[in-house]
């Protein structure tokens, strides 16, 4: 393909073609601008017209050489910070006790130091809509595995590390962003290596999981990706992934100012049958795949204000927005019984 100079300093290239099935594709939304971390150019995405795919992606699409000049402002820049529990008062305790007690009885965290009572009285969680959620999300629903390996790629500023550290997992990072991994390596004390997975040149067979949490959408190649992936993984290993869902309810609302759009970082957008595609190109089994609704409420504030073209600072505007994001969450969560709506593709896949 040619390589054409545009007006912004991002080259791009002709990308007309669906990268699954090779169908022409079709407009979807055209002269995007980038209103999240200021990325020059305006970008266009095209959907496959094939009724068995619709894949969506960038045309044209930035050059490897420079997307970095996409990521200059971007959010893993932002600095990390140990999490330590510095709130003493009895009810953070209590919040404590009965989060390591859901945690204990859903995924088996702090098996050796929780009692039958501490995981009964983590039920109650389940009566705490939004607590159970954030307690799933940040172990993105991964049992727990006694000295267990895992590698999170793209792992950013390293707070999921840390956590997930903190959970008894011996933890890798993987991060092309050079400050991200300084914070994650000097204020978190993390082994995470600068670079791509390709370049890290992991053995064979060295992990038990490995987790893209919203990756494989900045990536050019994403069956090749997801064989190295593969590679890396034990036999009997899982990937754990995570990717914007091009069918959610929020996309369908909010159309080109969804935040899952993304341009220019977002070089494809997945659906469930689009993604499963991938992983089996790549040699997965499928274990699970479904939409989740986890952060649905943060999507759909923020796509709401992209299509405002405003951030809003009237603090009763702010609450009366929150509510509204955290119905909107509740409903979605709802409606995923029936429909693929969430917005995230939850995927795990199988080494055999």
């Known amino acids: 393909m040619t390589i054409q100079q545009i007006e912004t300093t991002i080259r791009t290239r002709p990308y007309p073609n669906c990268y699954l099935c090779s169908t022409l594709g079709e407009a979807l939304y055209q002269n995007l601008q980038d209103c999240l971390f200021g990325a020059p150019g305006e970008w266009n995405l095209k959907k496959c017209p094939n009724p068995e795919c619709g894949l969506v992606w960038l045309d044209p699409m930035p050059i490897e050489e420079d997307i970095h000049k996409a990521y200059q402002n971007y959010y893993t820049h932002q600095d990390a910070e140990a999490t330590f529990l510095t709130d003493t008062s009895w009810i953070r305790q209590v919040i404590q006790f009965l989060n390591k007690g859901y945690l204990a009885g859903r995924y088996n965290y702090y098996a050796n130091s929780t009692s039958r009572l501490q995981k009964l009285l983590g039920l109650l969680i389940y009566f705490s809509y939004f607590r ?142 689009t993604l499963e595609a991938c992983a089996r190109k790549a040699h997965f089994d499928t274990v699970v795949i479904n939409s989740t609704s986890r952060s649905a409420a943060y999507i759909y504030s923020e796509s709401k204000s992209t299509k405002d073209g405003r951030e809003e600072k009237n603090v009763i505007f702010i609450k009366i927005r929150k509510s509204e994001s955290r119905v909107f969450q509740i409903l979605e969560d709802i409606g995923r019984v029936f429909f693929p709506c969430g917005e995230e593709v939850y995927f795990v896949g199988l080494k055999k």
């Open 132 to 273: 159970k959620s954030s307690l799933d999300s940040s172990v993105i629903y991964i049992p727990a595995c006694p000295q267990g390996s895992l590698l999170d790629v793209g792992c950013g500023n390293g707070q999921f590390l840390q956590n997930m550290k903190n959970l008894g997992w011996e933890v890798k990072g993987v991060e092309i962003d050079e400050r991200a991994v300084t914070t994650a390596r000097k204020i978190l004390g993390l082994d995470v290596i600068s670079g791509t997975l390709e370049n890290a040149q992991f053995p064979d067979n060295f992990f038990d999981v490995v987790t893209l949490r919203h990756v494989i959408e900045h990536v050019y190649d994403p069956i090749n990706f997801l064989r190295e992936c593969r590679r890396v993984l034990k036999p009997g290993g899982k990937l754990v992934l995570l990717t914007p869902n091009i069918t959610s309810f929020c996309h369908k609302m909010f159309k080109q100012s969804w935040r899952g759009v993304e341009a220019p970082r977002h070089l494809m957008l997945f659906s469930l049958p």
